[in-house]
């Protein structure tokens, strides 16, 4: 969802979400691109749509993959990409500069990663949100971490578990973060937990319309910021 101020601006959304399904491997990635970034909408879309690619084509190997691996995989393909970016835009390296997220899942195990100031967690068969990771942002409240710092991927946090069937999963960009978490006591808004039960009896196809009109109508309320949002789970009823 664009936000209101970009809107204002006549600016494109910066935010980018891509997913995948193959056989028993499943994935799905997040990535804002930073407001002051010339090309932040490029960025963000470039980061996604490769580190999706990246993901399908280890497929369940990733989920094996040591924590280290995974960051120097990411590390390095992302880099090379953006600076092919680079010499083709004749920008520096931060007129691309994102945030990523991500998740993938070979059914029984999943792997999460977060680089800046998204968030990923999930809902359980009790219904109570749980976070995975949370946000990290730089010395102020208004900065983060992106793809293209020079020390980026060490700000990249990666958890894994056991992939629970009855869980809905959700990635969250910082917009869509002020919009369904409580900073100061800690807690997820009620419409996440919504969105998460129609998503785990109905599917996707059927909830998307419903989610999209509810983030244009309550979001600007919240945020002038870009929102992105993914729900993530392997079957409904």
């Not at 499943?26 to 990535?31: I, P, T």
């Not at 993901?55 to 691996?69: E, H, I, N, Y």
């Not at 990411?74 to 007129?95: A, F, I, M, Y």
């Amino acid at each position: 969802m664009t936000g209101t101020a970009h809107l204002n601006e006549k600016i494109d959304c910066q935010d980018a979400v891509a997913n995948r399904a193959n056989g028993n491997f499943a994935c799905m990635v997040g990535a804002d691109g930073a407001g002051h970034a010339r090309y932040g909408k490029e960025g963000a879309e470039l980061v996604a749509n490769e580190t999706l690619t990246l993901m399908t084509r280890f497929g369940t190997s990733f989920v094996d993959m040591q924590p280290a691996d995974i960051t120097a995989l990411l590390r390095n393909n992302l880099l090379e990409k953006l600076n092919t970016e680079v010499q083709r835009l004749q920008c520096p390296l931060s007129d691309l500069a994102s945030t990523l997220l991500f998740m993938a899942t070979d059914g029984q195990r999943f792997v999460a990663g977060n680089l800046g100031d998204g968030m990923l967690g999930y809902t359980d068969r009790n219904d109570e949100a749980i976070m995975l990771i949370g946000q990290e942002r730089g010395m102020y409240a208004n900065m983060s971490w992106f793809v293209t710092s020079s020390d980026g991927f060490d700000h990249l946090r990666i958890t894994k578990g056991s992939f629970d069937p009855e869980a809905v999963y959700f990635l969250m960009t910082d917009g869509t973060v002020d919009c369904l978490y409580n900073q100061h006591k800690g807690t997820f808004a009620p419409m996440l937990k919504t969105f998460c039960n129609w998503m785990r009896r109905f599917g996707y196809e059927q909830i998307h319309p419903y989610v999209n009109t509810a983030m244009h109508k309550y979001f600007p309320l919240n945020t002038t910021d870009d929102c992105a949002l993914g729900l993530f789970t392997t079957r409904h009823k």
